[in-house]
């Protein structure tokens, strides 16, 4: 079957969006279409212009008999900023506080077009990164992770605070809870991830950061190795925090539970961007 260009520019904007940082020979293309190579790379270098022109992302060749294209996410500017607002106005709805001061975020983490914008953003940031696995803590972290873990073409690897049956063989270690101070346990099965895996960590919130240095404890484990850690909101208010090198988009500033008020800023992702650059 024979296609037009218009439909070919489609077909393979779609393609490359569902198989990011996959190599796609051009012959791929090629024998997709019934088109020619020229006729493909001309295709190609369109849908390159607009992917960057639009902040979607771009598209790098490889070059020789065995190459083709790649496609990486890339999020402009315009596109995050009005996001990071909208996220810090649906965090800071006084009615999300919980007693304690804890916050309601399950309905964010459950919107489908919240979690998969956070995702492609988060994964902006290390577009360029070499990285084996996602991993996250088991919840509330899950679907960000697998968000973010969509646009690297990376599998999820889920740490869980005991052990089942079904998981086989597991690694536990202990860790100290950075904000409660407790003893506390986190667990992974051993078939989860290869030794010397480069690995990002994914959390929906941090406070002093204890969850993530136990699962940096836990990379040691395997003899893997930290890529970056992100999470979508980070406690500013800590005395101790166990973590420096990290990504946030929204940064928690003050809960005042007798008020009923919560201070939303924006986190430090610019900032970390910036230092990439």
């Not at 992302?57 to 065995?66: E, I, M, R, S």
């Not at 809870?177 to 003893?183: D, H, L, Q, T, V």
């Amino acid at each position: 079957m024979k296609f037009r260009r218009s439909e070919r520019l489609i077909d393979m904007t779609n393609y490359l969006l569902d198989h990011p940082r996959q190599l796609v020979p051009l012959t791929f293309f090629a024998e997709r279409y019934s088109s020619a190579k020229s006729s493909i790379s001309e295709d190609l270098a369109i849908v390159k212009e607009t992917f960057e022109q639009r902040g979607i992302g771009t598209l790098q060749t490889v070059p020789g008999a065995a190459g083709g294209v790649k496609f990486f996410v890339k999020v402009s500017r315009e596109e995050v900023e009005p996001f990071i607002n909208e996220l810090c106005n649906l965090i800071g709805d006084s009615e999300r506080l919980l007693p304690g001061g804890y916050l309601y975020l399950t309905d964010i983490l459950g919107d489908p077009q919240v979690v998969q914008k956070a995702g492609r953003i988060i994964a902006s940031a290390y577009a360029d990164a070499k990285i084996d696995v996602v991993m996250t803590v088991a919840t509330k972290g899950i679907p960000l992770a697998y968000a973010v873990a969509s646009q690297l073409n990376a599998p999820v690897v889920i740490v869980r605070r005991d052990s089942k049956v079904t998981e086989g063989p597991t690694v536990s270690i202990n860790y100290v809870s950075g904000s409660a101070k407790r003893i506390q346990m986190m667990v992974l099965s051993k078939r989860s991830m290869k030794q010397d895996s480069r690995v990002l960590i994914v959390d929906d919130f941090m406070k002093a950061g204890g969850t993530v240095m136990g699962m940096i404890s836990m990379l040691e484990e395997f003899n893997s190795h930290l890529v970056g850690i992100a999470v979508l909101v980070e406690s500013e208010k800590i005395q101790e925090r166990l973590v420096d090198e990290y990504l946030s988009l929204v940064q928690l500033t003050n809960v005042d539970e007798k008020e009923k008020k919560i201070s939303v800023h924006e986190g430090n992702y610019f900032k970390y961007m910036e230092g990439l650059t």
